[in-house]
């Protein structure tokens, strides 16, 4: 067997498994919000700050060592005046997340920069 066939063997069982997606899905929000962060210009100690928390507890959360609950979610997302999208697809069914502009009239969307997000997509 090679170590390709092996490896594609590990991530099909991987992803089998209700951690796997649990991972993911962290992982998803975790990488949002640090690219909202990123953006917005707002480090850890600013955003512990807004949320009335210590810097270890934001860094638990950003660092996906912390189970965060939908509400925790929306906390973290609201003091970045940001909100928590979520959607439910099959698996390995692509999912495309495009963020317009709030005075964007959708007429043409080829000028729309858009950010890719797989779920658990076979072929990447």
């Not at 993911?24 to 953006?39: D, E, G």
């Not at 979610?73 to 439910?88: E, N, P, Q, R, T």
């Amino acid at each position: 067997m090679s170590k390709l066939t092996e490896y594609r063997d590990f991530v099909k069982s991987a992803r089998s498994r209700f951690g796997y997606w649990k991972s993911y899905s962290l992982l998803q929000f975790t990488t949002s919000l640090a690219r909202i962060m990123k953006l917005e210009r707002v480090s850890g100690r600013k955003l512990a700050a807004r949320l009335d928390l210590s810097a270890q507890q934001v860094s638990k959360v950003l660092s996906g060592s912390e189970n965060v609950t939908i509400e925790t979610m929306a906390k973290f997302a609201g003091a970045l005046d940001s909100v928590v999208h979520i959607h439910v697809a099959k698996k390995g069914v692509p999912v495309r997340w495009i963020e317009l502009p709030a005075d964007h009239e959708l007429q043409d969307l080829s000028q729309i920069q858009v950010e890719v997000s797989y779920s658990g997509s076979e072929s990447r």
